[in-house]
């Protein structure tokens, strides 16, 4: 089974910064397709951005383009969520998954998952 530990959460202020990290052990991420997603309280988990296992990504909620940057460092086995002017809005767990193959930015194309990391922004 796929393991992951996401880190890098956080309580901050409006207009703040964050880099979530997701390093996994016992494989390869290279050859993952890499997802964030979140999930806010009363909310369902939803694809925030995603990346193939040839680094391209993509950023797939509109409410954070322009603000949030996904990126893979292999040698370190690592994947990134540069997050930037954060809003409230953005509180939520932030989980990374993955899986062969390419596929939607979506929960539910994803089977393996990590435990998450909350992020709260609030002044």
């Known amino acids: 089974q796929l393991q992951f530990v996401e880190s890098g959460g956080g309580l901050v202020q409006p207009g703040g910064s964050l880099r979530l990290s997701c390093a996994a052990s016992?494989?390869?991420?290279?050859?993952?397709?890499v997802g964030w997603f979140r999930q806010a309280p009363g909310k369902e988990r939803e694809g925030v951005s995603c990346i193939s296992s040839s680094g391209g990504s993509t950023i797939w909620l509109d409410s954070v383009k322009g603000r949030f940057t996904m990126s893979r460092d292999n040698a370190k086995n690592t994947v990134y969520l540069q997050m930037s002017s954060l809003k409230p809005e953005d509180t939520a767990i932030y989980y990374c998954a993955a899986d062969l193959g390419e596929r939607p930015c979506e929960a539910a194309d994803f089977t393996s998952w990590g435990l998450g990391t909350q992020v709260t922004v609030s002044s």
């Open positions: 016992g494989f390869t991420l290279d050859y993952y397709v």
